[in-house]
């Protein structure tokens, strides 16, 4: 069900309570949906949850028979609507700062892994005379034929490069 359509719809829509306490179906706002057992029932309170003045959903109760829905029953949904909303948007907020670690994490992985490659590059463009464009051609082949992560060939480069410096301290 889309913003604006059906009772549930329009409570969405303008984040305020309906209560319909007899023929909810015949409500102008009421939209049938064949396959809903809410088109069963007659009497019908709609809340929205909101958060942060953002609308995150709608809790709907029915009634079978009519029901005049008191002042503090819709101040009990209203307030439950107000809790859910908030534990909801929390919930929302933690899935996406938990995504946005794992990505950040990512990130300075492959940093990490670009800087060993920039390393061994330029081990490899001063030790044989490569442009920069031969060096990471010949880290990817090697790395490839290999069948070794290009990361892996580059640690293996500068590891070697370091022990060099460290046996010929005169270079």
Do not use: C
Request: aromatic share 6%.
């Amino acid at each position: 069900m889309k913003v604006g359509e059906g009772i549930t719809g329009w409570v969405a829509e303008h984040k305020t309570v309906v209560a319909l306490d007899d023929n909810a179906f015949q409500d102008k706002r009421f939209k049938k949906f064949g396959a809903l057992v809410e088109d069963t029932y007659r009497a019908f309170l709609s809340v929205p949850l909101v958060a942060g003045g953002d609308l995150i959903g709608v809790i709907n109760t029915h009634h079978r028979d009519p029901h005049n829905h008191s002042t503090d029953e819709i101040a009990m949904l209203s307030f439950i609507g107000e809790q859910m909303g908030g534990a909801l948007a929390k919930s929302r907020l933690t899935d996406e700062n938990s995504r946005l670690k794992e990505e950040t994490q990512e990130m300075r992985r492959k940093l990490e892994e670009r800087k060993v490659v920039e390393r061994a590059k330029g081990i490899l463009q001063r030790r044989h005379g490569l442009t920069e464009e031969d060096a990471y051609l010949q880290l990817r082949n090697e790395s490839r034929r290999l069948r070794k992560p290009m990361k892996s060939l580059a640690e293996a480069i500068i590891f070697t490069e370091d022990l060099n410096k460290r046996a010929s301290p005169a270079q």
